[in-house]
């Protein structure tokens, strides 16, 4: 089965830039899979950051933005802030229906 | 502004089945929309469980497959998740989430806690 994988942690100076990435464990990650990314803090749903690769969901402030960098989705937080400090999912769409998350990534703001 | 509750026992038995109902409300289920579940054991990250439209299409994560069933209720506004044959690897967070055209999880609700024990 395939697994999409993230980076367990991050660490990031506040006002400093940060790239996450979401990958296939086998092939590449495309604008196909429809990559979105959603910010968890602890004790609370998931809230929803970018879909369809790069576009902002309503309320998301500009600093966060989403891309394909080489055979990966990848999520740019520009100018990071202490609420910044949160986990974040990937999620892919497999096609036929199917969905599939990441593992996660735990961003430190320190 | 459409949202999402999740309703349901917190305590399930082994080899139970954990059944939990998404209630909609500020917008009609009947939308052109997929309305999913996903799950997060204590600790874990996000799995996908599956997902139904109005219609009664689904789809469902392989890996579960076997013991999920997602229905849907047009006359409640709601949706439904049995997930059978439990054990404590089923304990989790159970969300439901609404997943627009645009291929996102857009709105999601804040969630239950279903914990398997006997």
């Known amino acids: 089965q395939t697994v999409v994988t993230q980076e367990p942690s991050f660490s990031v100076s506040p006002g400093g830039t940060v790239t996450l990435t979401c990958g296939l464990s086998?092939?590449?990650?495309?604008?196909?899979?429809?990559p979105s990314w959603y910010q968890q803090t602890p004790g609370q749903a998931p809230r929803t950051l970018i879909y369809?690769?790069?576009t902002r969901s309503s309320g998301v402030p500009d600093r966060f933005s989403g891309s394909i960098l080489g055979n990966k989705a990848a999520l740019t937080i520009t100018g990071a802030q202490a609420d910044d400090e949160s986990d974040y999912y990937c999620v892919l769409y497999m096609g036929s229906g199917i969905w599939v998350f990441g593992g996660g990534s735990k961003l430190t703001v320190l | 502004q459409v949202q999402l509750q999740e309703s349901g026992p917190g305590l399930v038995k082994p080899s139970g089945t954990l059944s939990l109902t998404c209630a909609v409300s500020?917008?009609?289920?009947?939308?052109?929309?997929?309305w999913s579940w996903v799950r997060q054991p204590p600790g874990k990250g996000l799995e996908w469980i599956g997902e139904i439209y109005n219609s009664g299409s689904t789809n469902y994560n392989p890996s579960l497959k076997s013991r999920v069933t997602i229905s849907v209720d047009k006359s409640k506004n709601q949706f439904s998740l049995k997930l059978s044959s439990v054990t404590a690897a089923d304990t989790a967070v159970y969300y439901c989430?609404?997943?627009?055209?645009?291929?996102?999880?857009?709105?999601w609700g804040q969630g239950t806690m279903v914990t398997v024990s006997s």
């Open positions: 500020g917008g009609s289920i009947r939308s052109s929309n997929w």
């Open positions: 989430a609404r997943v627009v055209q645009d291929y996102a999880f857009d709105i």
């Open positions: 369809s690769t790069n």
């Open positions: 086998s092939g590449s990650v495309s604008t196909s899979y429809y």
